[in-house]
């Protein structure tokens, strides 16, 4: 069995990128000291009283909340508070809403929850009946995000963290990039402009893989939903992840590069593409436009009711 390169003791993981194995305490401090550095880097605690973290029961953002939770345990003037969005999937989101409860409770965080159903009068099973061209995904991101900022909005949140590792950040990079949206491109997260109505976005994971992530909260003994949702399959994301994947297996850091090459030209970006002056739309949800993009969804699934 191969050894620890820091202390000698028996290695639960091989570092690829870096080509390091470590035991499961330095896996662990491996981990938790990027954590906090994103953590200082995003957010300026000074001014931060109330971080909101978006928990969806799965391995990344139940780590997120656990790890946000141990870096600032010490702060007594921080409030964290944890919020899951009921998208209304049979079979998939209970179970998963089931474990977040869980450890909101273990680790005495209060935990919000909104669903589709109640905020916007249908769930996602009845949306996949009703889609048109776009993929359940479009749907479901949209909706997700208004949920999740009207309820940091509701609760006072200054941010809101999400459990976005390393493989998600490297994807959506990519796809802006395909597709040519250069614009969407400026505005991914971390956010670093306060804009009225809307919570910023931090993403405490997004030097962490997806498979660290993943080992980490197994290491941690973190009870997780592994379910799959059965919408994923018409996801665009998967044919980046599998490229992306593909890159790495050749080329270990890809996904460090394509992050680290983002963030190099982020501030010119920026620059390029100032965010714009957001109105409100007359479900109370900031947009560029006045209305919003989860209200014209709405719309459209409305029409194709009948």
């Known amino acids: 069995m191969a050894r620890c390169s820091k202390c000698g003791q028996d290695a639960v993981t091989y570092i690829r ?28 605690l000074k001014d931060t009283k109330r971080i909101a973290v978006a928990i969806s029961g799965g391995k990344d953002s139940l780590a997120a909340l656990l790890l946000v939770h141990d870096v600032l345990a010490e702060r007594r003037d921080v409030e964290i508070s944890a919020i899951t969005v009921d998208e209304g999937i049979a079979g998939y989101r209970p179970e998963a809403l089931e474990k977040a409860q869980r450890l909101c409770r273990e680790i005495d965080v209060p935990h919000h929850t909104i669903s589709f159903e109640n905020e916007l009068d249908l769930t996602m099973d009845e949306v996949s009946g009703l889609l048109g061209e776009r993929t359940p995904c479009a749907y479901c991101g949209v909706f997700r995000r208004r949920c999740m900022n009207k309820v940091a909005r509701d609760i006072g949140a200054d941010v809101l963290a999400t459990g976005h590792n390393l493989d998600d950040m490297a994807q959506a990079v990519l796809m802006n990039f395909t597709r040519g949206d250069v614009e969407r491109l400026a505005r991914l997260g971390p956010h670093v402009k306060v804009q009225p109505g809307l919570v910023p976005r931090i993403h405490p994971l997004r030097q962490v893989p997806e498979k660290e992530a993943y080992l980490y909260a197994m290491l941690r003994g973190i009870d997780f939903s592994d379910a799959v949702c059965p919408y994923w399959e018409a996801a665009l994301r998967n044919e980046y992840r599998d490229i992306i994947d593909s890159m790495e297996a050749r080329s270990p850091g890809t996904k460090f590069s394509i992050l680290a090459s983002y963030d190099a030209i982020r501030p010119l970006l920026r620059e390029k593409y100032p965010q714009s002056n957001l109105a409100l739309c007359s479900c109370g949800e900031p947009s560029p436009s006045g209305r919003c993009m989860a209200c014209a969804l709405l719309d459209e699934i409305k029409k194709r009711k009948g």
Do not use: I, M, P
């Open 17 to 44: 990128y870096n080509g390091s194995h470590l035991c499961a305490e330095h896996f662990k401090e491996y981990v938790e000291r990027r954590v906090k550095k994103e953590l200082r880097d995003q957010v300026d």
